[in-house]
């Protein structure tokens, strides 16, 4: 499938005018990258509307919407983009192609029609592995050794659109789903911008996903971060890499929410305790799980501050040998 609309190599001097969609932190560096382009001009910026957060609960802007104000562009915030009159607000903007970068949004056949370039998606996997909302997560939930971008151009499917370039990207040992996200967002986001003009001037012919290899990363859930003492260490500290920074590695403890801030995985202790009991290991607290033993570097209570589980032991000593939460 070749791009359609303008040869743009003919048209010295004319920018493509963009539309760019994104949301959260990961989509920062795309946006930023694009602004910098000499080849296009950013006409609109189209986020989530600001959400209530922290304790206060304030309204609070995404950090798209920050940059975007930052650089005067035009920002849009519909709750929606399915009625007519947003589809009609978008075209509005005439855009060639639209970029969209972890935007939160399903666009339909109204919106992914409206660009004669196409809707363009910063995906960060090597599709068709890990479609959906969380790829990051999933690939770390899978204890995988490499992911990826993938630039695709989006269709009416979940992630099934077809590929106009991918750049593979090792995953580090100790690597949580924040640091990982952000090399993701900049590899992305450089890949974006070398990809779009060449795909503007028709060089590029964007391939089919694969049929095999298929896998799905759902929407993380915040349950998802309650420890599941049945696990393996090694299990449990995935979950504790791929849930940052949300929802975390939690559990239950005396009726209270214990926050797991800092754990180490401890995949050869063996004993006779059950799995959830805290105890005392060479390298200090740990908690059994269904193979091995979790050390927990520092834990938070709700309420409290962090602190390492040392100090936090010597207020609370009961707190030893106690079986936290419940084994699911």
């Known amino acids: 499938m070749r791009s359609s609309g303008r040869v743009w190599s003919e048209l010295p001097g004319v920018a493509m005018r963009l539309v760019f969609m994104g949301t959260p ?7 930023r990258r694009l602004l910098e382009m000499a080849e296009a001009e950013v006409v609109a910026v189209v986020t989530q509307p600001d959400r209530p957060a922290g304790r206060g609960r304030r309204m609070q802007m995404s950090p ?29 903007y005439r855009p060639d192609a639209i970029v969209v970068a972890a935007f939160g949004q399903i666009l339909r056949p109204a919106v992914l029609d409206l660009p004669p370039l196409g809707c363009l998606n910063v995906h960060a996997s090597l599709l068709p592995r890990w479609r959906g909302a969380a790829p990051i997560a999933a690939a770390l939930l899978a204890g995988d050794r490499e992911t990826g971008v993938t630039i695709m151009r989006l269709d009416a499917g ?79 500290w995935r979950r504790w890499r791929a849930y940052q920074p949300w929802p975390g590695l939690y559990t239950d403890w005396q009726g209270q929410n214990l926050r797991l801030v800092r754990v180490r995985p401890l ?32 834990v938070q209570l709700a309420g409290k501050r962090a602190m390492p589980t040392a100090d936090f032991c010597c207020g609370r000593p009961d707190f030893l040998g106690t079986v936290l939460g419940s084994t699911l």
């Open 25 to 31: 932190d990961f989509a920062v560096p795309t946006l």
């Open 267 to 298: 995949p050869q202790w063996r004993g006779p305790a059950a799995p959830g009991q805290v105890i005392t290991v060479r390298e200090g607290v740990a908690v059994v799980t269904g193979a091995g033993a979790l050390l927990l570097e520092e």
């Open 158 to 236: 979940l992630d099934t659109g077809p590929i106009l370039a991918q750049a593979p990207v090792p995953i580090g040992d100790e690597e949580t789903a924040v640091e990982l996200g952000r090399r993701l967002a900049e590899c992305g986001a450089a890949l974006l911008v070398e990809t779009l003009p060449r795909w503007a001037r028709g060089e590029i012919v964007a391939q089919p996903q694969p049929t095999e290899g298929v896998t799905y990363a759902p929407p993380v859930r915040k349950e998802d971060g309650r420890a599941d003492w049945s696990l393996s260490a090694v299990e449990l």
């Open 64 to 92: 798209v919407k920050e940059l975007a104000l930052a650089h005067g562009l035009p920002v849009w915030q519909p709750p929606s983009l399915r009625p007519p009159e947003a589809v009609a607000g978008l075209a509005a």
